[in-house]
């Protein structure tokens, strides 16, 4: 036993041969340094190839009825679970065709027999140890992949939360409800996904796009942080100067988030998107929007996205002020929208889905006690009482 390893621990070879005086005479040989296996077909080398203990390396001759040793190596290579498997032709083939033929199909090694044992012994050796390291090598990457992607997934669950409770802070201060920035969000997912074939925007919505546009809807709003009680709350009409505060909060949200953006010290595609969506949202396609005026494809995807995403729930939902409009009148008033306030492709893509939509809206719809809740918090940020 070779540096005192016990049986378990060695590495196993397989020998395959369909003479058994040759398995014999490589069992004797190999048996003192490694775990050895035999075979006297192709077939059976197959079955051990691909069983729960497969060999380390793999004796292989070449001349053999039924399955050939080529034929067994192309099958061996063309497995996954078993293309890592060193294999050393052993075969009385010795034109320099043969030797090209098999490594050309992958084995790592061409013995011609007879053999001389030292030298089939110090190729095993030397095939094991790059064996050995390369499994070292692969078992490594695939722990480093694993823990990118767990990092990865740790990062995205931060990025999300963090987004949920700048979303959440802004909700407090408005009339909206925590599941207004839930159905938008959706909304702006099942049109992005809705949209994705067609040929304006194929290029543009990827699954990693409609991801970035998922997470980063619930900011549009952050803006609101930053408008008075007395205008934000207020229960009636704004008058001309304080809409002209409340059309601030696009801006105000714009550079909060590339404030942040600018601490941290890259640039990160979520918040790329976020700036864009609370930027432009208000903005619409007759080019009659805020806060920079812009129309029709200068209106960044995302915004167009959320400001029919926005302007539908608003329509559609219970507010402490107010009841909700239907679901088939509201699809009138979209319609009417369309090549004014909205891109009328994304009008078209909102029909098609409007069920969808719908459905969207009654999962997260907000119950009295939410609405109930909201009017308190109103109340006692100013001082009077809700409807």
């Not at 040759?22 to 004797?28: C, F």
């Not at 304006?200 to 609101?224: M, N, Q, V, W, Y």
């Not at 010290?265 to 930027?279: M, N, P």
């Not at 809206?361 to 009077?384: P, Y």
Request: glycine share 6%; charged share 25%; proline share 5%.
């Amino acid at each position: 036993m070779t540096q005192g390893l016990a049986a378990g621990n060695r590495p196993t070879v397989l020998a395959v041969d369909d003479t058994p005086e040759n398995l014999d005479l490589m069992s004797g040989l190999l048996q003192d340094r490694y775990r050895v296996k035999v075979a006297i077909s192709g077939e059976k080398a197959l079955q051990i190839a691909r069983s729960d203990d497969p060999p380390d390396l793999i004796l292989l001759d070449i001349m053999m009825p039924g399955l050939s040793g080529y034929e067994v190596c192309a099958q061996l290579k063309q497995d996954p679970a078993t293309r890592a498997i060193p294999i050393i032709f052993l075969t009385a083939m010795t034109a320099t065709e043969d030797e090209t033929k098999g490594l050309e199909m992958g084995a790592v090694d061409f013995i011609t027999k007879p053999v001389n044992p030292p030298i089939v012994l110090a190729r095993v050796a030397t095939q094991l140890q790059l064996k050995a390291a390369a499994d070292f090598l692969r078992d490594q990457n695939s722990y480093l992949e694993a823990e990118v992607k767990r990092r990865g997934q740790e990062l995205a669950a931060i990025q999300d939360v963090t987004i949920q409770a700048m979303a959440g802070l802004a909700e407090t201060r408005d009339a909206d409800t925590g599941n207004h920035i839930r159905r938008t969000q959706h909304y702006v997912k099942a049109l992005a996904q809705q949209l994705r074939d067609h040929p304006r925007f194929r290029e543009a919505l990827d699954d990693h796009t409609i991801d970035l546009l998922f997470r980063s809807a619930p900011l549009h709003d952050i803006g609101k942080v930053g408008i008075p009680d007395r205008i934000l709350l207020k229960p009636g009409r704004l008058t001309q100067e304080e809409f002209e505060v409340m059309k601030t909060h696009t801006t105000l949200g714009r550079d909060a988030i590339a404030t942040a953006e600018r601490q941290l010290g890259l640039e990160v595609g979520f918040l790329k998107s976020a700036k864009e969506i609370a930027y432009s949202h208000q903005e619409k396609w007759d080019g009659s929007g805020y806060p920079q005026g812009l129309a029709g494809d200068a209106i960044p995807l995302s915004a167009r996205l959320m400001a029919l995403a926005d302007v539908y729930d608003a329509l559609i939902s219970r507010r402490v002020y107010k009841e909700p409009m239907g679901h088939e009148q509201a699809l009138d008033i979209i319609r009417q929208g369309s090549g004014s306030h909205f891109d009328p492709d994304i009008v078209e893509a909102f029909l098609a889905i409007h069920e969808q939509l719908r459905a969207i809206a009654v999962r997260f719809s907000d119950s009295d006690a939410e609405l109930r809740h909201k009017a308190e918090q109103i109340t006692m940020m100013t001082g009077a009482p809700q409807p």
